[in-house]
Every structure is written in C-alpha cells, then in structure tokens.
C-alpha cells in the first residue's frame, strides 16, 4: 500500500508542477517544437484571466487590425538584458527569445451585454535562431487552457459589439500557412504591429501611464530614439483624415500589399510611407482581380468611393471579392465610413 | 563474411531506404475533408505524397501547401474532384508557396476565387490536372484557372482549364515556363502569358474561349518587359464565346472571336499553329492602349516573328461591342477583317526614322493568309487611306528563339 500512496503523492506533486509554472520558461521558448499547451510557456500567472506573468508585458497599437470585431490582448516578453534595434519604418529588430503573444476574444463589456467574455485563440510570434516560427492555440470551452492549432479552426459564435447590439460570426483561426500569408516580407516571416511608429502612444500600466516607447526604453529593451511620423488611431474623429486612413489601410492592408509581400503581385502598395500615387491605386487598373473588380476601373478614383475597387472590395463577403483575402468575414462598417470619406476628399 | 554482418548489412539498408523514401499519406472522402486533408498539407515532410483517393470533396475553406517538395496526387482529373462550391473563406481553391511542388491527377471546381494559385515560387509542376466552373462562362466565375505567378520554372502539362472569367491557363510575371498538352475551354483567355520571360507554349487546344491565346505585358506591377516566347503547334480555333469578363480586367477588352492576341512583349515567335474559325481575327499584334506614367514600361510589341501557320477561314462575325480593336478594324478593313492584324503603332521617333531592323516584324510562310496594318504617317494626315494589306515589307528570314529548359538551379 505504501508504494501506491508514494506514486499517488507523485502523481499529485508532478500534476502541480504542469499546472502552475513561475514565470516564462525559455526552455520551451526555445524548444524545437512547440508544446501542446498554452500554459507551458508560463506567459500567465492566470490563464483565464489573461493576468501576464512577470517580465510579460502587456502591450497596444494606435492603429489596429481588423478581425471581425473581435477584442486583441497583446503582450511582449523579451528575455531578461536583451535588447531590441529600432529599424525605421520597419518593425524592431528583437533578440531571440522575443515572443509576441495576441489572445483574441469577444469581451463582450458592453454594458448591455449578457454574453459572458469568450477566449478564442492565442497566437504567438517567437523568435529564435535570429527567425520568427508562428504558432497558435486554440481556447478550450472551460477557458483555463488554449492547445496547439495546426490546420485553424472554425468557431461560430456570437458577440456583442459597440452599440450593444448580439451579432452571429463564424470566426475562423487561420492554419500555420494562412497565418504566413500575411506575415511574410520575402518569404521570411515578420511580425506587423510592433514598429515604432504605431507604438508611440501612452498605456496604462498597473502603476503608471506612460508613452509605451519610454516604457519600453525606461525596461532597457529599446533606446530612446523616436519615429519621425507616427500613425494615428484611425478611429480617432479628431485626428487628420488622410493620416487615419493611411493608418488603416497600413495595419490591414500594408503587410500584404507592399514590395515583397504576399499582393506585390498587383503593384497596389498600401503601406504608411507609399507615396507614389500610381501604387496607392489612383486610377491604377486592376492586374488580377477578376470580377472583384465589379465593373470598375480603377482601385481609387480620387473624389469617387462608389467608382473604386478598393471600397468595393472592403464591403464585400464574398470570399473570392473580399479583402482582406483571410481573417475578416464581417462588414468593417467603421472603416468604409472612413476610406470611402478619404476618398471622396481625395 | 559472417552471418552478424550480413545481418548488420541488412538492417544498414532498411535504415537507409526507410528514411530516404518519402511516406505516402492516402485520404479519403470523410465527414470534415477540408481539416483532414489542410492537416496533411501541413504536417507533411519535404518530399512525402498525399494521395487524394477518387471522390468528391466538398470544401468550405481554401487549402494550401508551403512545404517543399511536396507531391499532391488525386487518382484522376475526372475522378478525385476538389469542389469549393460551398466555400465560405479564402480566395483560392488551393494556394502553393513552397518550391519544388507537383500537383497532378485532380480537379479543382467552383473555386469562388482564384482556382489554382502559386506564388513567389521556383519549379511547380501541374500535370493533368482540371480547373473548372462547372455552370459554363459566367462573369461570377473566378478569374483564373491555374495561376502561376511571380514564379521560376513553371510547367504545365496535359491540364484543362474550364470556364474561367479572366484566363484559364495564366502564367504572370514569371521566368521559364513551359505550356503544353493542355486544353482551355470556354475561358475569357484560354492560355495567358503575361509580363513573363522565356515561355514555350506549345501543343495546346484553345478552343471556345473568347480569345485563345494571348501574350500580353502590362505597366504598374514588379515585373515587366515580357520577352521570349514561342507559341507554336497549337490550335487556336473557334474561339467565338461572348466575353464574359468583368470590366476593368485587361481581358475585358478582348473581342469575341479572337485566335491570338500579342500585346508589347519582345521576342515573340509564332508558328506552325493551326488558327482558324475566330468570329473577329486570327492573330492581332497590338500596342498597350492607355497612358501610363510607368517610365520602365514599353508598350509596343518589339521583334514578332509570325511563319508556318495555317489559316482557315476567321472575321466574318466580328465582335464590335467588346474594347475598341474590333471596331477601328471593321472600319478601316471595310468589313474584309485580315487574318493578322498589326496596328502599326511604334514610338515617334519611329514613326519618322524607320523600325530598326532588329525590331521589325517579320511574317514568313503563312500560307494565304491575309494582312492589315495601318501606316501612322498616313493615318494622321488627311485624304491618304491609311490601311496597308501588302506585307512585302515584313517578308524576311527567320531567326528561331531557343526552346525554353526548364532549370531548378536557375
């Protein structure tokens, strides 16, 4: 009997040790294949409720991606006395041992809202051997625990937007290839968010508020060099119109639409620094768009939303007229406001 | 030699082949085909086989393969079908994004998107594979068929391509390609090489499309200045079907009716074709027709060579609704639509000094075949007719391009 309770009191003492870990391990960071389970990295004290671990810190972009409405929580851990270059325009240069962390979920805080908040995936970045390897989890239906995704996911769901109102979403996890497709320059994979220009804005940080470029400096992580033009949140009324639909066509569009990536293609570039207009789509015909283009010439024709492709193909469901190709299967309705007034006072 | 080493040999060898031969992973038809087959794409290693057993497949999501080397098989064209008809996401049937791939024995249906595309990638072989819209021409088709692009080492061979609103067959901005054995059907374009370098098209079937054959190079995107490509013993008939392009689409302005159609591009040869039965023309060779600002772009087809062809019968229901060829030839041919047409546009300095030699087109041997193009010093001034039908001045010897070898070290 007594060897039973000794394997028993084993069991239990190696049970504990899966379930809580200090800290982030590197080890897993680190290891060839990823584990099975979110949890083992250790980027959470508290899995549930997204509480980060210690030297996890959670993060923000003035301008974000579009992803069917749902709510992004965003976290960096960078291994203790490394540090990250700044390359301008581009996204910072982080150590190895870097791991970006996104949890999507419908929070569902609306203060009408009866739909308690439902974890969907968490997708992470790392980086190791000077390369990023992507990799996302799944939550499951307890949500103490997301497990390793390979071909995505289709989850209908509802939730509850910004106006109070119950919206049905048949939200889709990319597989690891569709997750490519978006962060590839050149065949290498990159991540998008993190550049200095669409960090430069405060965060609340449990003990203070604070520019996340000074905080992320005041860490040591990064110097205190700052970009000469940030962008903006696109959703902001009072910043300036065409400074907020560049920030949005940037972070939905630009990391695909620009030399190099996935829509190069087309020679329609969309990142924040285009500046030739032929490649911003003024009065450029379309190469491949087949009956996306829906009878229209051109991808912007300036003063005239309804006569632009572009437009067209934001307001689209259709999965061979949508844009983005993958990752959107609602109606941005917010930002075709936005880009068919841009365009209009183009 | 002992029995030890004999055995040690043995196992040596089963060692060897059990990693050096790659695995085959078999599927077949099952409640959640997308997530079985999508799994096997992506945990697949370099090299493995994944059969896709005969049946059906109805897809809600595009699939994709990035992985090197990778063989994905059905069981027959006819046989093992992919349809996307019930697709809810994604813009193709299926995308490839790895080197090295070979797809061949199935079909691809009702892609909402883009059938078959590949991109960014060096050596992709199609073999008898089929994409098709299975309700016939419609401009809510997809645009393209198989779609190789910005890729090295393109080869397609014995495939079919059906109902496409833009181009069946489309190889775009890429290098080294190689065409042959395959049917386009009832496409906007039945084969499309466009803004590509080296290209060998040869012993296809274009037939019932609105345009069987078309090189064209267009401005504003990466890769441009299209050059070397040879396009012989093809059948580029009947090609009559209305044109069912969306506007905006540069095949939009194809007219019904039209064999081949040669736009920019240098280094074009053209020969031993069977061409005939085109409602509007057999063979055009025309300049880009809008103004760009692209200062690296050339718009007028440079050092075409057209010669051993046959003729039969085509124009003599020309399509005057569709772009603006038809219809300025109708006028200036008087309703006598020749069976090659060239616009005589060329730069001005052109216009004043002559064609350089090397950059004439040259038309040898095309049995009786008819000629058209217009003198644009004529054109522009009055009283003068400027069409020309005499093609003495483009009689010429032959200088063949080199066949196109495919290279992965390339």
Do not use: L, T, Y
């Given at each position: 009997m007594k060897i039973y309770k000794n394997i028993f009191l084993f069991c239990f003492i190696l049970s504990l040790n899966i379930q809580s870990y200090?800290?982030?391990?590197n080890e897993i960071i680190f290891s060839k294949k990823p584990p099975l389970k979110l949890s083992e990295y250790g980027f959470f004290k508290n899995m549930n409720s997204q509480l980060p671990s210690k030297g996890v810190l959670p993060y923000t972009l003035e301008s974000q991606l579009f992803s069917d409405y749902a709510d992004k929580l965003r976290f960096i851990y960078i291994p203790e006395n490394k540090f990250a270059k700044n390359v301008p325009d581009r996204v910072f240069d982080f150590p190895d041992g870097t791991a970006l962390i996104k949890t999507f979920a419908y929070l569902n805080q609306h203060s009408s809202s009866n739909l308690p908040s439902q974890l969907l995936e968490t997708r992470l970045l790392i980086k190791k051997n000077g390369e990023w390897s992507n990799v996302s989890y799944i939550w499951n239906k307890d949500q103490d625990e997301a497990f390793l995704s390979i071909a995505g996911k289709t989850i209908p769901t509802k939730f509850i937007n910004n106006n109070g109102e119950l919206k049905d979403v048949r939200y889709r996890v990319p597989n690891i290839n569709q997750c490519k497709e978006c962060h590839q320059i050149n065949k290498t994979i990159t991540p998008i968010g993190p550049k200095a220009r669409n960090l430069n804005v405060d965060y609340a940080y449990g003990d203070e508020t604070m520019n996340q470029l000074e905080k992320w400096h005041k860490l040591g992580w990064i110097d205190s060099e700052y970009p000469i033009k940030s962008m903006v949140d696109w959703a902001d009324q009072n910043a300036n119109l065409d400074d907020r639909a560049r920030s949005y066509l940037d972070i939905n569009c630009g990391h695909c639409h620009i030399e190099g990536g996935s829509a190069d293609t087309s020679g329609l570039y969309l990142d924040f620094n285009e500046s030739r207009k032929i490649n911003l789509g003024f009065f450029k015909k379309p190469i491949a768009t087949g009956r996306a283009s829906n009878n229209l010439k051109y991808s912007i024709v300036p003063g005239n939303p309804e006569e632009s492709i572009l437009l067209y193909r934001m307001q689209s469901l259709d999965p061979g007229i949508m844009m983005p190709e993958s990752g959107r299967a609602l109606e941005h309705s917010e930002a075709i406001q936005l880009v068919s007034k841009w365009i209009k006072n183009l | 030699m002992t029995r030890f080493q004999k055995q040690s040999r043995f196992f040596l060898l089963l060692f060897i082949s059990f990693y050096s031969f790659s695995e085959t992973i078999i599927i077949t038809p099952s409640e959640d085909p997308y997530t079985e087959i999508q799994e096997a794409l992506i945990l697949a290693s370099p090299g493995d086989i994944i059969r896709i057993s005969e049946g059906l497949y109805q897809l809600e999501d595009s699939l994709s393969i990035d992985i090197d080397g990778l063989i994905l098989e059905g069981e027959g064209m006819n046989k093992t079908i992919l349809s996307f008809k019930n697709q809810l996401s994604g813009a193709q049937g299926l995308s490839v994004t790895s080197n090295g791939v070979t797809l061949r024995d199935f079909a691809v249906e009702d892609a909402k998107g883009d059938a078959i595309k590949v991109k960014g990638v060096n050596n992709i072989n199609f073999i008898r594979i089929r994409t098709e819209w299975t309700n016939g021409p419609d401009e809510l088709n997809g645009a393209y068929g198989l779609y190789p692009v910005e890729s090295k080492n393109v080869l397609i061979d014995s495939c079919v391509a059906i109902g496409a609103s833009d181009a069946g067959i489309y190889v775009g901005q890429s290098e080294n390609i190689i065409v042959k054995n395959s049917r386009a059907e009832?496409?906007?374009?039945g084969i499309e090489i466009e803004n590509s370098y080296y290209a060998d098209v040869y012993n296809n079937h274009a037939e019932n499309n609105t345009g069987g054959i078309l090189v064209f190079d267009l401005p504003?995107?990466?890769?441009?200045?299209g050059h070397h490509v040879r396009v012989f013993r093809n059948k580029s008939i009947n090609n009559n079907t209305d044109n069912f392009a969306p506007e905006g689409n540069i095949v939009g302005e194809v007219p019904r009716g039209t064999g081949i159609i040669i736009q920019a591009n240098s280094h074009v040869e053209i020969f031993d074709n069977d061409i005939g039965g085109n409602d509007t023309i057999n063979i055009a060779v025309v300049t880009y027709g809008y103004d760009t600002d692209d200062k690296n772009y050339y718009p007028h087809p440079r050092n075409i060579q057209i010669h051993n062809n046959r003729f039969t019968k085509s124009g003599l229901n020309p399509d005057l609704e569709t772009g603006e060829l038809a219809k300025i030839l109708y006028e200036l041919s008087g309703g006598n639509m020749p069976d090659i047409f060239w616009d005589?546009?060329?730069p001005v300095k052109q216009i004043i000094f002559g064609q350089p030699d090397k950059e004439k087109m040259v038309l040898s041997q095309n049995g009786d075949a008819t000629f058209l193009t217009i003198n644009p010093i004529k054109f522009m001034l009055p009283f003068f007719d400027p069409v020309e039908r005499d093609d003495i001045d483009y009689k010429g010897a032959i200088n063949p391009l080199p066949p196109v070898v495919l290279n992965e070290n390339l």
């Open positions: 200090e800290g982030v391990r | 009832f496409n906007v374009a504003d995107i990466p890769q441009q200045g005589g546009i060329v």
